[in-house]
């Protein structure tokens, strides 16, 4: 009796804590597993932020000319849908873009105007992109800013051009 009452104590007593071990590896992997989820989140929530402010900013400061869906206004404001992406094909074509007066002259930051044409570019004219398509950053855009467009429809005629005989586009 006091043997057996001794026994069953002494087995126990590692199987609880065993029990414990246990549970404290089950917590430590949960808190890991909360790390990983957090960090996901907090990825997806700023490549989210950054999107929406960028649609913010096409809104406000383009789209009053080139409409929600970028298709533009024949004769006066040129379709980007379906078709901006093409520019960056031939040389000149990335500068040109942000260098139009609409683009380089919008009362936005580098980084916000960046942010803007790359969500453009991917938004209204992702099929027409080149396959190593770089995005934009705060720094080039900076660059492009500081150099003026000289005889922009002329130099819009040449890049079109240039659109058609490597990629036989012709426009829209
Ligand atoms: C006041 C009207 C207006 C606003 C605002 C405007 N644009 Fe434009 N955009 C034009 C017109 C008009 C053209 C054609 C070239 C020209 O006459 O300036 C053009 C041309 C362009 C082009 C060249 C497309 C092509 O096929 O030649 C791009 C890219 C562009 N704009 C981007 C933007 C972006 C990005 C914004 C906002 C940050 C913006 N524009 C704001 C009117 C505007």
Redesign the pocket.
């Known amino acids: 009796m006091t043997s057996a009452s001794f026994v069953i104590p002494a087995r126990e007593w590692p199987v609880s804590r065993n029990r414990d071990v246990k549970k404290y590896v089950a917590f430590g992997d949960s808190l890991f597993k909360g790390f990983l989820l957090l960090a996901l989140l907090c990825i997806t929530t700023t490549t989210g932020a950054n999107e929406i402010l960028a649609r913010q900013n ?1 809104i406000l ?2 789209q ?3 409409l929600p869906d970028a298709s533009g206004s024949e004769g ?3 379709k ?1 849908n379906d ?2 992406g093409y520019f960056l094909h031939v040389p000149g074509g990335r500068e040109f ?1 942000v260098q ?4 380089a002259g ?1 009362p936005i930051s580098d980084q916000e ?1 960046a942010d ?2 790359n969500w ?1 570019l991917l938004n209204f004219s992702k099929n027409e992109l080149p396959d190593q398509f770089v995005p934009y950053d705060a720094e080039e855009i900076a660059k492009l800013r500081k150099e003026p467009l000289i005889d ?1 429809h002329h130099r ?1 005629e040449e890049l079109i051009a240039r659109i058609r005989d490597k990629l036989g586009v012709t426009e829209y």
């Open positions: 096409y400061n383009c009053g000319c080139h006066n404001v040129p980007m078709f901006v873009i139009v007066p609409g683009a919008a105007l803007v044409m453009m922009m819009r």
